[in-house]
């Protein structure tokens, strides 16, 4: 009996060991599965203007040099890209600058067509599922992008844009952005360079955009063009690019109110992975960084007034500071935790921001540590269809609902 005992003792043991071994083996294995068997979908990706102003090419290895490139994206199971089209308010002719960028996007497709598609509808983007190619869609950062122009909107939808950033942190003459909006605000002349909110003719602009089935983004808007553009919209919006002003106060992050309204609206918030729209910490240390830096920084903002000319050469001259600054990349869960808390899964998805920032948390170095951010999830305990609708399957509704 004695004997017998320690042997079924000994088994016991043996397959306790076995199933606290297998745990971490089959949960590693388990992250992975669900990450490369669902649609991936990221709002926005600025390597068309990394490319552009570095002489890059995107189906070249740009390892060490950006966050991604052609083979990065497919190594991180990416199916469907947004592409960002982008200048800043200074750029002159920015319509031509952008049909420029198009360009670029469609030179990387004629190159690469058995692994780029272009995306321009919901049966476009099933069918670079299913062929295994990288779904290329464009969506327009900046309103100031079409010049005033209703006709320059309609060509940008007719190449394949199919949202358009009302503002980015320069206001237009129809919308102001949320820079332009909180600086009015602390300066208190409450009243930037133009009008605060949506003019009559942003509000036609919105209609036109729902009309031909392009998505409103809200990202980087004001709140009071906020407001204005999501009473106007008969569609549901966009924000490509932000995250929860409650648990990061910066200036362009979503507070409260305005994520219980994209709920009722039917919309979608996909997260950002810069740091500094992630973590208070970080904006806090990052601050001290520009105090400690100020002398040389200052020299920097003669040359270029926009500040993330200044900031990209500081990072760059000092990546040991900027590396312990990174927060851990649970914070992204932190932000989607939050929406879902206030209007449930159906309204988050990813838009990283890749090659438009320069800090993305600790362990998130480039594109293809995606399926780190799948494993927290499930590490949190979301299910398998929140997880298929929050990486893909929201956009997919969203993007039908704009177009039909
Ligand atoms: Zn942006």
Known sequence: MIFSGIKIKRTAVLLAALFILSIPFSYSQDYKKVHFKNVLIDTHNDILTTALENGYRFDQNLKGRT????????????????FSVWCDGYKQNPFSYANRQIDTLYAWIDRNPEKMMLVKTPSDLKKAVKLQKLGSMIGVEGGHMIENKLSNLDS??????????????????WASSAMEESRAAK???????TQLGLSPFGKEIISRMNKLGMMVDLSHVGEKTFWDAIQTSSKPVIVSHSNCYSLCPVFRNLKDEQIIAIGKNGGLINMNFYSGFLSPEYQK???????????????????????YFANEYLFKKYPLEVQQMRPGLSVIVDHMDHIIKLIGADHVGFGSDFDGVNSTPQGLDDITAYPEIIKEMIKRGYSKKDI????GGNFIRLFKNNMN
């Open 156 to 173: 940008l939808f007719n190449r394949g844009a199919r949202y358009l950033t009302l503002t980015w942190n320069n206001s237009t003459e």
């Open 67 to 82: 966050h991604s490139d052609l083979n990065r994206m497919k190594e991180a199971g990416m199916d469907v890209q947004i």
């Open 187 to 193: 300066s208190g002349s409450g009243r930037p360079s």
């Open 285 to 307: 240390l990052d601050d001290e960084f520009k105090v400690k830096h100020k002398q040389e920084r200052d020299s920097l903002l003669k040359l270029n007034p926009e500040p």
């Open 388 to 391: 298929r609708k929050i990486m």
